[in-house]
């Protein structure tokens, strides 16, 4: 006999951006050693960036955040090692350093023409334990035909992954092929690489080795097309299992390593897009969501604010640093 999944109600949102709910909060990050969570809302006309004081022990907000406009969108940002108020992000092109400070970007690497921004934008990506910066691409056009639906008449989709290195080397590690590239995220044991298509509504996993940066035996893990919701951002636990947003579904799914659906976290907010561990301990899920566009919206729905969940059982780690 099945046993029912455990739902579990992560509640109302926790923090509401003092201006309005954002358009698509994005690319939460926490820095422990001033105890603050940093996210941008990359659909915002300017986008900007968010950085929140918070309780190390509690979670909770110690005042309003800090809110900079950014000069082009930025959909993730990570943290540069001895770099104190640097990041390096995916901005619209390709990658960039960003100053905390300021909001002033820099161009580090333009990989999409400007001539191409119709068809393609860097989206999300990651850090690997050796300092190295992924991050992928959506097509735009492919994504337009909406979850699931794009016809085998488009062909292949566009969208890439490229890895971007401490030593300003840049690699193509998947040449097209990719709707909507997200949620990059490696296991404890360094072994796995993660990395979800939203828009196909797919997890896959791949072999990864450390010392080189490869990937290999790309594999299907989870199969939404059949279901509902679009894997989005994700962490993962130190037991290896997978929280992942899932954009449409009201909900945090965690899975485990081989794809074992275990639970869900529901939220009042329809577009929870991406995940990060904080607090002192980092037992606390920090989730930011998307406002709800659709005709049909709710009108209690709380999508564009940041929420907050506290698992029982469960704690992660920090995000790695970019080592450049």
Known sequence: MTQPLETIDGGKAWYYCRKGPMVLGEAPIYRASDSTLHWVDCLAEPPELHILKVDPE???????ARVLELEDSVTVAFFRKDKPGSYIAAYYQGVCFLDEQTGKLEVVKEIIPTDQRDELRFNDGGIDAKGRFWLAEIDKKAMAYGPNKLPESYGKPKGRLWRYDPDGSLHLMIDGGVVCGNGLAWSP?????YFNDSVAMMVFAYDFDLETGNISNKRLLIDRRSSYGEPDGMVLDTEGNLWIA????NRVMVFSPEGKHLKDIIFSAKNPACTTWGGKDHNIIYVATGKDRSADAKPDDEGGHIFMYKPEDAKGQPKYEFAG
Not at 58 to 64: N, R
């Open 58 to 64: 509690t979670g909770d907000p110690v005042e309003d």
């Open 189 to 193: 044991d360094n072994k796995t690489m």
């Open 246 to 249: 899932v954009f449409a579904s």
